[in-house]
């Protein structure tokens, strides 16, 4: 291996940092060695080994949230030089290609902060129970084979189904503020990620079941008519989900099912 592959350069992490709920945010900066194909978590690691800031105090270790560490758990969303995105498969040398060069890291701002880079995203889980967002099976039997499904129906859930709740659609979202208090999440919009969850189990056959129910919460306060159509969820979501398809999609089947409604008075 040549010495220009393993050379190591210096990057600035400028990290935000929050001791706790309800503190006051701080600016701290490190000066992180990275080799070629780092990413943002290594960076993290490497502060959390030796807390030490750029002007040589010592600090607390940098505190954010991870588990997977390849793009499936969607643990680890963090503002990343003013874009929201995934810190594991943001690599050093697309957003700081240079010797020297500045990566700004802040916490989501649409979640209560817990500490540092992490946040509760609870009300995003919340979002997914207001639209019931599972097939309803409440047995463990033998049912025989599923449904059959023609492979275009197929690829369409297939892509839906990649969602990991990581939150850059919700970050990203105009229309989705943050709020703290818990009893009101129920009429806050509820967000893109939960209306394509709803599309998802809409289109199942066995899932389809709760359909009326799904319909029927994204009808309401917070539900799919309060999206601005800004468009932003679907340009950072990190799967590529068709997030604008799926809230056009909702938003057909809200009307034929309000209009269903209307006709039967049920």
């Known amino acids: 291996m040549t010495a220009t592959a393993t050379a190591k350069r210096t990057v600035r992490l400028r990290v935000r940092r929050c001791d706790g709920p309800g503190r006051p945010s701080r600016w701290e900066s490190f000066m992180v060695p990275v080799e070629p194909g ?47 995105r995934q810190s594991c498969s943001c690599l050093v040398d697309q957003v700081a290609p240079r010797n020297g060069d500045t990566i700004t890291l802040e916490p989501m701002s649409k979640f209560p902060v817990v500490r540092d880079l992490w946040v509760d995203r609870s009300r995003l889980f919340h979002a997914l129970t207001r639209v019931r967002a599972w097939a309803p099976i409440d047995d463990t039997f033998d049912r025989g084979p599923g449904p059959r499904e023609t492979p275009d129906k197929q690829a369409v859930r297939y892509t839906l189904s990649t969602c990991m709740s990581c939150g850059c659609c919700l970050e990203a979202c105009p229309q989705f ?45 917070g539900g799919v008519s309060d999206c601005g159509n800004a468009q932003n969820c679907v340009k950072v979501c990190p799967k590529e989900i068709p997030l604008t398809e799926s809230i056009a999609d909702i938003g057909r089947q809200t009307t034929l099912h309000a209009l269903a409604r209307w006709f039967t008075g049920r």
């Open 38 to 84: 780092a990413n943002v978590i290594s960076c993290l690691q490497t502060i959390a080994a030796d807390p030490v800031t750029e002007e040589g105090r010592r600090t607390t270790p940098v505190v954010w949230d991870a588990n997977c560490l390849e793009e499936v758990c969607g643990a680890c969303t963090m503002v990343i030089n003013g874009r929201v």
């Open 177 to 221: 503020l943050l709020v703290e208090d818990e009893t009101k999440w129920d009429t806050a919009f509820v967000g893109a990620h939960a209306i394509s969850q709803a599309r998802l189990f809409n289109a199942h056959d066995t899932g389809r079941t709760l359909k009326g129910e799904r319909l029927e919460s994204l009808t309401g306060p």
